[in-house]
């Protein structure tokens, strides 16, 4: 038996990227209540990305029409996907069975919580990026690249996020100037040959943005060679900043749940944190790859572990 009551579920399910939309599915399908809650535009970081290529089943798929699949997929089995934002969760009754979810207007009550909620990029902390965000200072190329029509820009990065979207930028830039701090790439090297064989494609090699430039919007940017020292300044209409992201765990700090010196979740196999009844999947997540098949994966295995744990309350 399912719990009832308008905010009472058996999962909730925070965030609603591949892992929160793929976890609604297998939680809904089980016949578990189940909500997910997201505070943007569900379908995660795949949203920004023009082509996935690597999902099996698609040869090729426009980012957005993934999230759109995967999300009118979960609602046919009932999920519900609900836009809200979460700032905490905690544990209440005895030995913390029930999970509490709130978030800015409502709180739910659920028997297991699946933290599925992402990350956010990471910034470079330099001058000029604060002030000219969305003024040619973006961590979007998806979104942002077509402003950029014809213009120089700068990618600062060297690992698949960087090398994948400085190709993607080709198609709109005149030139597009990966800068790196060191003298190789941490991308896949399928994603670096794409990329060099790019005409427009350059490379500064053991360099850092120092400062981004421009007055109302992006006029330049002054890089240092790490090696030798020297400073140079390049002319570019735009810098798109790829340099990793933070995961949102945030919300569970009061948990009692691990997380590493990043702000992973620590997991086991079961996706389990540690705390009865909360899971962790996705790029939220301590793991190796951050890929929409390993999501998926870790989401898929995290529903079905909520939902033996749900039957060992013996309410379900
Ligand atoms: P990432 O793999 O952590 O790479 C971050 C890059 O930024 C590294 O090259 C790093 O340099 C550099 N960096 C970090 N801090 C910096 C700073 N303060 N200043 C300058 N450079 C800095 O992050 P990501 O590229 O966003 O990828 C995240 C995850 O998503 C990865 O697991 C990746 O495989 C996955 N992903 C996959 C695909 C795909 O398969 N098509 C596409 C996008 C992302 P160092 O190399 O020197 O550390």
């Not at 850092?208 to 240092?224: L, P």
Request: net charge negative; charged share 20%.
């Amino acid at each position: 038996m399912t719990v009832d009551g308008g905010r009472d579920y058996d999962v909730v399910i925070v965030g609603a990227g591949p892992a929160g939309l793929c976890a609604g599915l297998y939680a809904a399908r089980a016949r578990l209540k189940t909500i997910v809650l997201e505070k943007g535009v569900p379908g995660g970081q795949i949203v920004n990305t023009h082509l996935v290529e690597d999902y099996p089943g698609f040869l090729s798929v426009e980012g957005g029409e993934l999230a759109r699949l995967m999300q009118e997929h979960a609602e046919h089995f009932g999920a519900e996907v609900v836009m809200a934002e979460v700032s905490a969760v905690r544990s209440e009754g005895p030995n913390g069975v029930v999970k509490v979810v709130e978030t800015t207007d409502t709180t739910y009550r659920a028997k297991a919580v699946i933290l599925t909620a992402g990350g956010s990029p990471i910034k470079l902390g330099v001058p000029g990026e604060e002030r000219l965000n969305a003024r040619g200072v973006s961590y979007c190329a998806v979104c942002d690249g077509p402003f950029f029509g014809g213009r120089v820009l700068v990618v600062v990065g060297g690992g698949d996020a960087a090398v994948e979207e400085a190709t993607y930028l080709t198609k709109y830039a005149s030139r597009v100037i990966l800068v790196h701090r060191r003298d190789q790439l941490r991308a896949q090297k399928i994603l670096q040959d794409r990329f060099f064989a790019n005409p427009k494609a350059e490379v500064r090699w053991n360099s850092v943005v120092e400062e981004i430039v421009g007055e109302r919007s992006v006029s330049g940017v002054r890089i240092r060679n790490v090696v030798s020292g020297e400073t140079s300044h390049l002319d570019v209409g735009g810098v798109f900043v790829f340099i990793g992201f933070r995961p949102n765990g945030d919300i569970l700090a009061d948990t009692g749940v691990t997380m590493d010196h990043g702000g992973h979740v620590i997991t086991n196999a079961l996706m389990e944190t540690g705390v009865a009844g909360i899971y962790a999947a996705g790029d939220v997540r301590a793991q190796l790859a951050r890929q929409v098949t390993t999501a998926v994966g870790d989401a898929t295995t995290a529903a079905i572990a909520a939902e033996k744990y749900i039957e060992s309350l013996g309410a379900h």
